[in-house]
């Protein structure tokens, strides 16, 4: 069984960087995906980026140029970096695994950790 813990979130103005934080432990073998999703009050949760096994990645259109995703494979860790946060960022975000491939579609991971929020203000 794979565990996600994220860590890095946070209360931001707009224009500032957040980056969060992602570790497996559990072990994820063979091709696998992980992927940042996020959810705001009242919203469905939307993928922001997703990443294989062979580090190719999909980020969504909003956070594009903004967001760069990035993995420390000796420490099971997936980052996220943000920066030019916005006030439409504000969400909880959550790391996900699973081994549907690159996909923004929450029910293809099997795996997610609990979240953590970031607050934009403007």
């Known amino acids: 069984q794979v565990q996600l813990v994220e860590s890095g979130g946070g209360s931001v103005q707009a224009g500032g960087s957040l980056r969060l934080s992602c570790t497996a432990s559990?072990?994820?073998?063979?091709?696998?995906?992980m992927g940042w999703f996020r959810q705001a009050p009242g919203k469905e949760r939307e993928g922001v980026v997703t990443?294989?096994?062979?580090?190719?990645?999909d980020y969504a259109d909003s956070v594009k140029g903004r967001f760069t995703v990035s993995k420390d494979n000796a420490k099971n860790t997936l980052y996220l970096q943000m920066n030019d946060l916005k006030p439409e960022d504000t969400a909880m975000y959550y790391c996900?695994?699973?081994?549907?491939?690159?996909?923004?579609?929450?029910?293809?991971?099997?795996?997610w950790g609990q979240g953590t929020q970031v607050t934009v203000s403007s």
């Open positions: 990443s294989d096994s062979n580090n190719k990645t």
């Open positions: 559990g072990g994820l073998y063979g091709n696998f995906c």
């Open positions: 996900a695994a699973g081994a549907g491939g690159r996909t923004f579609l929450p029910a293809s991971y099997n795996n």
